[in-house]
């Protein structure tokens, strides 16, 4: 079922294994690629919800990771390698840097879960070095431009924790960037930035959501709440057998819910022949 979705994502991973509380671990993918589609709930990565669907790389912010693998310059280095061009390098530190000292500044103001994990920034992908081929400097520089995915959908997990759970001083987290004399980043950019993928905190822009394994719990469960605020896509599966005892069990559908849902499920498809997502009281989803 669904807390705030009429639909299905469009892949569902295998489960993963739960959190061991032991090895302070949990199955989530450390490759940004792996998580650009919507994923189950991670213990460690709080921030995979709020990745964008379909980023919009326009704009004085991100237009210069607006690339393909066929528009991407490949340049050749003294020693017979390849890597990106000088230039769009220096374009792409940019903002790197910029998102980081962001998230540096907002982290002040919230509370980030303890096993929380941060994104690896993109230079961690290495756009910034040289390869051995023309054709894989192409791909670790698009591997690098997604990367800029995970540190923006943590820059908006700052940005969505600051609005609902306001710091005493009620400041807005553009202050909180523009305000401090220390600030290395225009106060233009902190606006533009607020206007893009990052800071628009509406339905406008689709994000990737959640898939809850209603048998296990999470340190930031609060948030899921902040999630559904905001309306990113919730999921919540419930095994058999397994109590509705969580944060989300107002939202556990009944036996009748499911009956109705079933049979009102069953006779679309047959008329349709396409799966439609059928409302169940204040959730919506299967």
């Known amino acids: 079922m669904s ?7 469009a892949t569902i991973p295998p489960i993963p294994q739960p959190w061991n509380p032991t090895l302070e671990s949990d199955s989530s993918p ?21 990745i964008a669907t379909s980023p919009d790389f326009s704009g004085a912010v991100f237009a210069c990771l607006n690339h393909s693998l066929y528009s991407l310059p490949i340049e050749s280095t003294p020693d017979g390698h390849y890597m990106l061009r ?13 998102l980081l000292w962001c998230l540096q500044w907002l982290a002040v103001n919230i509370h980030f879960p303890w096993y ?23 791909k670790v520089a698009l591997r690098s431009c997604d990367a800029f995915l995970g540190i923006s959908a943590l820059c908006t997990y700052s ?14 987290w553009t202050s909180l ?18 206007h893009t993928f990052v800071g628009d905190l509406t ?14 719990s999470l340190s930031w469960d609060p948030d899921v709440i902040m999630f559904k605020h905001y309306k990113v896509p919730i999921w919540v599966h419930w095994p058999s057998g397994v109590s509705s005892n969580r944060i989300w069990k107002l939202y556990c559908p009944s036996a009748d819910d499911l009956a109705r849902a079933t049979s009102a499920t069953s006779s679309k498809l047959q008329n349709n022949d396409t799966w439609v997502g059928i409302s169940m009281g204040k959730p919506q989803g299967i």
């Open 177 to 194: 960037l523009t305000n401090d004399p220390r600030c290395p980043i225009l106060s233009a950019w902190v606006v533009e930035l607020s």
């Open 86 to 98: 000088g230039d769009v390098q220096r374009e792409w530190e940019s903002p790197e840097q910029k």
């Open 30 to 50: 450390d490759n940004i690629k792996d998580a650009l589609t919507t994923q189950w709930a991670y213990e460690t990565r709080p921030w995979f919800p709020l």
């Open 3 to 9: 807390l705030n979705a009429s639909f299905l994502p």
């Open 116 to 138: 929380g994990q941060a994104p690896r920034p993109p230079k961690d992908y290495g756009y910034l070095r040289s390869h051995a081929n023309a054709r894989l400097a192409k």
């Open 159 to 172: 940005i969505m924790a600051c609005r609902y759970r306001p710091h005493h001083d009620s400041t807005s």
């Open 203 to 216: 339905d406008a822009v689709p994000r990737n959501g959640m898939i809850i394994n209603g048998a296990y």
